[in-house]
């Protein structure tokens, strides 16, 4: 059977059927008519069946399914299956995966586990996320999910020998909920249908309440003319009938999310809502029927779901503002290549199309669509939305380009190395994904109170109601019980920590910083001593070949240079990289049992002798011999030394250049009242060097990966919250063992894997810079968890008293809402503001997949 190809550039209304149905290439049926519409072109499906599948793909923003699949999706014999299952069992194909799957693996287990971002839809409180969360971490073969109430996006990690990702995506579905793979088009698409939505819930909310209002006016004025009995009455039938689309349509969301709360024992905040609006409005109507008049409240109801509807509009708004600095990752890759053909054609195809090897042409002023190697021409590229570096870089053949940056002067053909989940953007976009995702204690506090507070309310509205029913008024029970659970709805407290966590990172992603865990957010603002690497972290990383120093009699510097530049090409250490780049084409002597140790040196066999390059205690030196100096014009060079068979034979000395306004940051950071230290491998006397020229007042040198951990700790022990700044493998232990980590973007993947923040740009006077904002971060958050607690404090006593009527209770609880997702909002700030002597053209997100090193 015929695979279906990609689509020629005929006219949108064409149709294609001599291939058999576009989705399972069985025939098509004579009159059948199943279209598709994919990639401008509409496909004829053979069933009801594959169209509804063939759709769901495409809506799903995975249309590359059908260019990369190597057979047809159906085959005769093959099982009915529902449509529902069937869509979701294609996210299990790998095909599919690619585009949006990448595999992580376990340190505990050792085994590979996969990781997806994922768009929930229905979420309305934080009893959803608890549900979710909850329900999907139970599933056997899942080790982890996250769900971010301000994005609504979710991050899973799973085990595919246990469970399926459909099994997944099922379990969701299954309590009420629909999560489909993140993709931009996808998100919009969702976002514009859950904005139309509350928008249609709005309008009928709106307008019924205004009619509903007009009317209560009238019955308020006249509900003593008993003249006009039968009138009243009448208008108060046409109250019920204006009243009933708002609590069945309108308020239909608050139902839901109650129900589902309820039939899994966790009651959140629409619980109160919905026995409130269904209270009062089943109150009211069997008052009207009764024809007492009295306790007519369709007025309340309506008011109630109207505010209730504009408090959740505002901040489904706030929050697409607060995440849309991270979303426009997404956008810096188009959507369409230009691939080279073998015969050298070009042919225009989807990004999703491109696989490693394929050759594309990029035009200037063409973003480049996937990550790569420049295969012909010279031109330089525009990386400031990546790396914030304001002038474009000069990239020749062979030089490695990230998708997303922009060619600015003259065509180049980019052979392809990374796709889909594995490029640069995605990693950076998967950084994001698990900080927001990430909950800081404030944040699981608040979602932990949030259940207690409901619950609570519930008992005592409940206690408080029969108070009332039994010893005070019994007609104004029923009212001050409504006004009760009105009021005190925490919704504010849920908000409290998300709109601020989400508003964060997006503006430290603007000045160069990702934030790879919301608690990293905390404990930035609680830190009190900074540690420095030195080497990468506060110099440039690219250190230079100064001098050579022979200490054997008879050995020639090229003899020496020959044997450990045959060492340092089995490292990607900075320091290995300058001295292999420095020997050149010098032929290397064979080696035998090669091994590296992080942080040390390299050992090998030569001749049957056993020869290593590194550190002195590596290479058996218990103190630096006599008359070995760096050179005069270089003071703070580093030293590596050679020896064979225990005998040193030489050092090279390698000088670096310190990173811009090293000495302005470490003062800024001394401003803010943090102790600021260099731990550092170089010698004692490099380090001391090195640490009086940038201001810092501790430096230790000759220090190993051990040696850093361990101070740390000590650090630790004393109290002290400590932020630690390395680049390199052997950075990884104490990265890992800081309270709060960084990591910068030209280092290590297994450092940045580690840290909690990668600096992306040179420019480290973002440190500080994010400092403050993680103090100013802090600060809010309390600000908004004092308020919602204080309001609630105060709320719920006022409406006991019966002081409070329904529909005032309503406008206080969405005011009270809106008032914390304003002033987490305060926390966007300007580049300017956080970075002003600095070039203001900064990042969205960074380069952090740059050549990696090993230490």
Request: proline letters at 6%; hydrophobic letters at 45%; aromatic letters at 6%.
């Amino acid at each position: 059977m015929t695979q279906p190809q990609p689509p020629a550039q005929d006219s949108p209304g064409a149709t294609d059927t001599e291939a058999g149905c576009f989705h399972c290439g069985l025939p098509v049926p004579r009159g059948a008519h199943y279209p598709v519409q994919f990639e401008g072109r509409a496909r004829e499906t053979c069933c009801a069946g594959c169209q509804a599948v063939a759709n769901a793909i495409i809506d799903n923003g995975l249309g590359g399914y059908y260019h990369h699949r190597t057979a047809p999706a159906g085959a005769p014999g093959e099982p009915l299956i529902p449509d529902e299952l069937r869509e979701l069992k294609l996210f299990d194909e790998p095909e599919v995966q690619r585009q949006f799957v990448t595999d992580e693996p376990d340190r505990a287990s050792g085994r590979m586990l996969r990781e997806a971002s994922l768009i929930l839809e229905g979420i309305t409180c934080a009893a959803c996320v608890w549900l979710n969360e909850r329900h999907v971490r139970t599933l056997s073969g899942v080790t982890d999910f996250s769900v971010n109430y301000s994005t609504h996006r979710a991050r899973v990690r799973w085990d595919p020998e246990r469970i399926a990702l459909s099994d997944i995506l099922q379990a969701i579905r299954n309590i009420g909920y629909r999560a489909h793979p993140y993709d931009p088009g996808t998100r919009d698409k969702a976002f514009q249908r859950e904005r139309h939505v509350a928008l249609r819930r709005l309008a009928v909310a709106g307008l019924g309440m205004m009619q509903v209002m007009m009317l209560a006016v009238a019955l308020w004025l006249g509900h003593s003319d008993e003249t006009h009995a039968d009138l009243l009455q009448f208008m108060r039938w046409v109250a019920a009938g204006l009243t009933t689309p708002v609590v069945f349509y309108s308020a239909v969301p608050f139902f839901r999310s109650a129900w589902r709360d309820l039939l899994h024992g966790r009651p959140g905040m629409d619980v109160p809502v919905s026995l409130a609006i269904l209270g009062t409005y089943f109150a009211s109507l069997w008052s009207v029927i009764l024809g007492t008049g009295e306790h007519v409240y369709f007025e309340s109801v309506a008011m109630f779901v109207f505010f209730l509807l504009t408090s959740r509009y505002l901040e489904l708004m706030a929050r697409q503002r607060s995440s849309q600095a991270i979303d426009r990752l997404d956008r810096l890759i188009p959507a369409v290549a230009t691939r080279v053909a073998a015969d050298g054609s070009d042919e225009q195809v989807p990004v999703a199309e491109l696989a490693p090897g394929d050759r594309v042409r990029v035009r200037p002023g063409e973003p480049l669509p996937a990550d790569g190697l420049v295969d012909d021409g010279e031109s330089t590229v525009n990386q400031a939305l990546l790396t914030g570096e304001p002038e474009p870089c000069l990239r020749r053949v062979g030089d490695a380009v990230t998708g997303g940056t922009v060619n600015v002067d003259s065509p180049l053909v980019v052979r392809v190395t990374r796709v889909g989940a594995e490029t640069t953007l995605a990693a950076i976009q998967r950084l994001l994904d698990r900080a927001q995702t990430d909950k800081p204690r404030l944040a699981r506090m608040a979602e932990r109170g949030t259940g207690h507070f409901t619950a609570a309310v519930l008992i005592m509205t409940a206690l408080v109601g029969a108070v009332w029913y039994f010893w005070i008024a019994p007609d104004r029970a029923f009212w001050v019980v409504v006004a009760m659970l009105v009021a005190t709805c925490p919704c504010a407290l849920a908000l409290a920590t998300p709109v601020a966590i989400t508003t964060t990172t997006g503006v430290l992603s603007r000045i160069g910083l990702l934030l790879t865990r919301g608690q990293a957010v905390e404990d930035l603002a609680r830190a009190r001593v900074v540690c420095f690497d030195k080497t990468g972290t506060l110099t440039v990383g690219r250190p230079q070949w100064v001098a050579t120093q022979a200490l054997a009699p008879g050995m020639e510097e090229g003899e020496l240079v020959a044997m450990a530049a045959a060492l340092e090409r089995h490292s990607e250490h900075p320091l290995a990289k300058a001295l292999v780049e420095a020997a050149g084409a010098v032929t290397a002597p064979p080696l035998e049992r090669v091994r590296n140790v992080p942080g040390r040196g390299l050992s090998a066999l030569l001749d049957g002798a056993e020869v290593r390059v590194g550190a002195p205690g590596f290479v058996g030196l218990d103190r630096i011999p006599d008359g070995v100096r760096p050179p005069a014009a270089h003071s703070e060079a580093t030293a590596v030394w050679l020896a064979r068979a225990g005998e040193v034979l030489g050092v090279f000395w390698f000088a670096d250049q310190p990173r811009p306004r090293v000495r302005e940051t470490v003062a800024e950071l001394r401003e803010l009242g943090l102790e600021v230290v260099l731990l550092s491998g170089d010698r004692p006397e490099a380090a001391a060097a090195f640490a009086a020229n940038a201001g810092i007042a501790e430096a230790h040198g000759g220090m190993t990966p051990e040696d850093k951990v361990a101070y740390v700790r000590g650090r630790q022990e004393r109290g002290e919250i400590v932020l630690m700044a390395g680049e390199g493998i052997n950075d990884a232990p104490v990265l890992a063992g800081a309270d709060v980590s960084l990591a910068m973007g030209s280092g290590t993947r297994i450092a940045q894997t580690q840290a909690d923040l990668v600096l992306m740009s040179d420019h480290l006077e973002a440190i500080p810079a994010a400092i403050r904002q993680g103090r100013e971060t802090l600060r809010i958050v309390r600000q908004n968890i004092i308020w919602a607690v204080g309001y609630n404090g105060v709320a719920l006593p006022v409406a006991a008293t019966g002081l409070l009527t329904p529909w005032l209770a309503a406008l206080g609880m969405s005011l009270s809402s809106l008032i914390v997702v304003g002033n987490a909002l305060r926390l966007r700030r300007d580049v300017k503001e956080l970075l002003p002597e600095t070039d203001t053209r900064r990042p969205l997100a960074a380069n952090v997949i740059r050549p990696a090193r090993d230490g």
